[in-house]
């Protein structure tokens, strides 16, 4: 960027030195603009008059000066200047030495491009071989008691990375110099990148030395509507290759109203989420790289510690965080009853560039779930999101797996791989199917393991829903189904077999397991199960059937069989050994019905007896048979003895 300075120096100098030499024929002006053009490659105009003082000081006034673009820029002015002050020493500036006591450049605007092959209106055509050449000899010699720009405006775009920012109402002043040296007493103005409006104001001098090409900041305060901050910085090969270091020393902002002032509103479940933001942190710019380290951050009541990496040129995010705690669901948009609404935002997470790590250390709330000191990686590039591996405390248990999303095509795709150990399946089921149904009729109660290797399409619940496919399996030790006792209802339906009024049950409406496993796989948003198993201590049960997720409704068949064990026979359903009885779930998640009806116990008593006459009939059939058969050879015995005799 010096050579900004550069070509506007050369344009103050060969307008005074021709003016002063061609005053009295008046046509210095095109004389002028032709020496500015073969020094620069540009074309200057001069639509205004200007005045001269001569020695001691040569004094030059101009007003309207335009310098174009070069060649590939041709469409637009490279700069304009509406007001052009100049007072240096005349004998000074003959001896090749140049001190200007004042110069002033009021009404300045700039229009900076840069276009998709990286080109720019600045460092394009003939001024890389002059300007740059010229240059360091004139600003080692150059000195000036005041130097002042005025009310002006610079306007950047670069195709190439498809931004833009400009300047306004820029104001600064620099103080008395030594040879190569500035001091830029105050700085002002407004920097607006597309709809951020920015204020900047220098609170201390700033030291601008040419010979080291260094610039230091000690205090400079940036701020706009809901935010302020105070920085500093140092740049060093200021006009060659810039590297920056500095430190934003004090940090606050309320990001909801900066964004509103910016016609940007945050759709967020918590309305105070997004309020406060403050902090420090340590940056370094090298080209398109800007590296963040020390971040020291708050936002709302979250601290944030780590360091990132930026390329300025292609937005890559690369992170190493560390933070205490969050409630993830006060920043997600505000909970819908519509099961169609859109969940993602699509566009924004297909322009994601991120590889990173975050680390909590307590704990944080997503999606309701209370999720214990989690840590994640995170990648998002070329349109697929990866989260994984996931490690966290979740459901009383412990949580470890990860997903993908792909957001390549015109619907997201979505693919999990998930382990759960040790959890509390009561949690667990609340989570899934909602409180309101748990403690309702019947669930489970227990620590189980479960794991999910599922996909999913769509971008609203019931598309999730109705896409689910993949494979599940949920088992447990020493666990309880809550809501009814098998012994009780097994018992009750033995009594009505038997013609009994069943007596009244103080026992409670729960079933011990010591065993408890369901393998499943799931299609198009219905839970197939196709081994469930429940042991206890009196009776196994096994079966199949399904769960639909869309209309909530259970259908399973079940088999219960009364074990033989010692525990059976001193109960009351001992004479049910051995039995094979129908069992039914049916219903909705929120009002589950388990069917044992003692017409089945006669069906299947029925069906025992008549196994058993049959067997009975059979076996008489067959002593009838071998005593008939035992009967029969006696008597051939008894003929062939004859027969020898």
Sequence with gaps: MKKLFFILLIVVLVIAGGAYWFIKSGEYKPYIEQQIEQLTGRQVKIGGEVNLSFYPWLGLVANDVSISSTRDFAQADFAKIKHLRLKTRLLALLKHKAHADKVLFEGLRLNLLTDKSDRSNWSTGQEQTTTTALAPDWLKRLTFSEFRIVDAKIKYQNKSSNSSMAVNNLNLSLGKSESGKYVLKNLTGGLKVKDLGINIVSKQAITIDTRSETIVAKFLRVSGVGFATDLTATVNKAFSKPVVNGSILKLQANLRKTLAANSIKLDTANKKAMQSLSGTLDCSVVGDKLNLDNIKLKLDKTNIQGSAFINTKNTAVNFNLQADSINLDDYLSAATDD????????????????????????????????????????????????????????????????????????????????????????????????????????????????????????????????????????????????????????????????????????????????????????????????????????????????????????????????????????????????????????????????????????????????????????????????????EKLKDRFKDKLKDLF
């Excluded at 149904?437 to 669930?443: A, H, M, T």
């Excluded at 196709?530 to 909530?552: C, D, P």
């Design 339 to 630: 099961k169609n609404a859109p969940i993602l935002p699509v566009k924004f997470l297909r322009g994601l560039n991120l590889n990173g790590k975050i680390k909590f250390s307590k704990n944080i709330v997503y999606s309701g779930l209370n999720l214990l000191k989690p840590s994640m990686s995170i990648n998002a590039k070329n349109k697929v999101l990866k989260i994984k591996p996931i490690n966290t405390g979740v459901f009383d248990g412990l949580y470890f797996g990860g997903g993908t999303i792909s957001l390549k095509g015109k619907t997201p795709g979505y693919s999990f791989n998930e382990n759960l150990k040790d959890i509390n399946t009561k949690s667990l089921l609340e989570y899934l199917i909602g409180k309101d149904y748990v403690g309702g009729n019947i669930w489970l109660e227990g620590k189980g393991n479960a794991s999910a290797r599922v996909n999913l399409y769509g971008n609203t619940v019931n598309a999730l829903i109705g896409s689910l496919s993949g494979k599940m399996d949920l088992s447990l030790n020493k666990g309880v189904i809550k809501g009814i006792n098998l012994m009780e209802e097994l018992t009750r339906a033995q009594m009505l077999a038997q013609k009994q009024i069943p007596h009244k049950s103080q026992a409670k409406k729960e079933t011990r397991i010591n065993k408890f496993s369901v393998n499943s796989r799931a299609k198009r948003g219905i839970i197939y199960s196709n081994k469930i198993l429940a042991l206890t201590n009196i009776f196994k049960v096994t079966g199949t059937g399904s769960a639909n997720l869309l209309t909530e409704k259970l259908e399973y068949n079940l088999i219960l069989e009364v074990l033989n064990t010692k525990a059976v026979k001193k109960t009351a359903v001992k004479d049910l050994i051995g039995y094979k009885i129908p069992l039914t779930l049916r219903g909705s998640f929120a009002d589950p019905k388990i069917n044992l009806d003692y017409k089945d116990i006669l069906k299947v008593k029925a069906r025992q007896e008549l196994k058993k006459k049959e067997a009975e009939a059979k076996k008489n059939l067959l002593e009838k048979e071998k005593a008939r058969l035992e």
